[in-house]
């Protein structure tokens, strides 16, 4: 089994998944929804829609492996405001997420005129 350190690109699918899908299903959703390149650096990762189980698959030059992750008393924090259907986030950002922080809602930045 890899560790997160190992990979270049971290994808999340921001559309719920059923949680029945299985490697075949969830690759089919990197390539036909996603479009990106199963076979790359990169983890995929998946929720369900009460947000409450989280899969990661990943190829590893010899097949694929599939990471699953069930939360027992509360929920994945999950983007609401994107556009997009599939979102980039950094090697951080995923450790984050898996360890149930939203930065999906960062602060924003403060900028002053002058100091009293």
Sequence with gaps: MKSICEFKN??????????????????????ADMKLDLKSSSLFVFCNKPRTRLKILYFDHSGFALWFKRLDESKFPWPKNFEEETITVTREDLALLLDGVNFFTRFKEVHFENVL
């Design 10 to 31: 971290f994808y999340i699918h921001r559309a719920p998944v059923d949680m029945r899908k299985n490697i075949n299903g969830l690759a089919g959703i990197v390539e």
